[in-house]
């Protein structure tokens, strides 16, 4: 009898203090293969696997894509790719879309394990911001699997774990001193002997992130056209129409919630903002520029309404650089 062996983990602000916390009291026989995404900028340098081993007796590394796992390991999803789990103990390292402003993002992690071992997975959302990690741990539940999160009033940032309580009937919601206890005594556990059906959903959703083509994949099935466009590629995004929390994804593939959605937009307004500024005082100086130039052929009239056109493209960029300064941040 398969024992829950699956062991899946998210994080995102806070989580490499929380993920070293865990692996320092998580057992050297622990009968189970553990998988963890923690949020890192694409570039860079990936400590985390030391970070891992050294705190506690479990080896840790970045997987290799096509490696199969092993139990009383811990695999590492590496920067700027997604980790996703297939049949046969097999992992894969793949650079499928981001996934709420995230590559690597938890909710493929999620997702995969849930559609390929279904009862056998326990799901672990840890501190974070934003939402990333609920849809992937819903899939989890409606997949037969066990739900643990983090009490976020342990969290050092509880958007995350916050969300997944909101929107999941979690089984265990503890602070973090527990979860590592939990997941031993979890693990030694048999898994429920049900097969739960895999939703169209999250088959499609598996495939993008193993990088197949998201309109092929069968991505238009799943929603209906919104009026937003992707923060990423500009495509049209499709508001999916599975239950949860509000999704969208676009025809490249790339998946909001809508808390990651809005935070995309901020930042691209704010983008926008600054190359305004820039336009401006590039234009200022070229006006600038030119008033001397005029200035020294004795041209003066042309050379003051060059100066009056340039303090006035200041006065604009001061009004925007202030607007840029007071935008709200997500």
């Not at 894509?65 to 980790?83: K, S």
């Not at 050092?156 to 031993?184: F, G, K, N, Q, W």
């Not at 704010?270 to 008033?291: F, V």
Request: aromatic share 4%.
């Amino acid at each position: 009898m398969a024992g829950k062996d699956i062991i899946v983990i998210g994080a995102s602000a806070g989580g490499i203090e929380a993920l070293r916390a865990l692996a320092a009291v998580l057992p050297r026989d622990l009968p189970a293969a553990v998988f963890v995404v923690q949020h890192s900028a694409p570039d860079a340098p990936s400590v985390l696997p030391m970070i891992l081993e050294r705190a506690g007796d479990l080896p840790a590394r970045h997987p290799r894509d096509g490696e199969r796992f092993e139990r009383g390991h811990i695999y590492v999803a590496p920067p700027d790719h997604h980790l996703v789990l297939e049949p046969n103990q097999l992992m894969r390292v793949t650079r499928g879309p981001k996934e709420n402003r995230f590559r690597p993002a938890v909710d493929p992690l999620f997702r995969s394990a849930a559609r390929s071992y279904g009862t056998r997975v326990v799901g672990v959302v840890l501190t974070g911001g934003l939402d990333d990690g609920t849809t992937g741990l819903l899939a989890i539940k409606q997949r037969g699997g066990t739900a643990v999160v983090q009490d976020p009033s342990d969290a050092l940032v509880p958007s995350m774990p916050l969300s997944a309580v909101t929107h999941v009937r979690v089984d265990y919601c503890v602070p973090l001193v527990e979860v590592a206890p939990l997941l031993a005594r979890l693990a030694a556990e048999p898994a429920e002997e049900r097969s739960y059906p895999v939703s169209d959903e999250l088959d499609i959703e598996v495939k993008i992130a193993l990088e197949d083509n998201a309109v092929g994949a069968g991505l238009l099935e799943l929603g209906e056209p919104s009026s937003y466009a992707c923060p990423d590629c500009h495509g049209v995004l499709l508001r999916l129409k599975a239950g949860g929390p509000m999704r969208f994804r676009c025809h490249t593939g790339h998946a909001y919630t809508a808390d990651s959605l809005l935070a995309g937009v901020t930042e691209n307004v704010e983008d926008s903002l600054w190359n305004s500024i820039r336009t401006l005082e590039e234009a200022e100086m070229l006006l600038r520029h030119l008033a001397e130039h005029l200035g020294e052929g004795r041209q003066n009239g042309q050379a003051e309404a060059l100066l009056d056109q340039a303090a006035d493209l200041r006065r604009r960029a001061d009004l925007v650089r202030q607007a840029t300064l007071d935008h709200p941040k997500q």
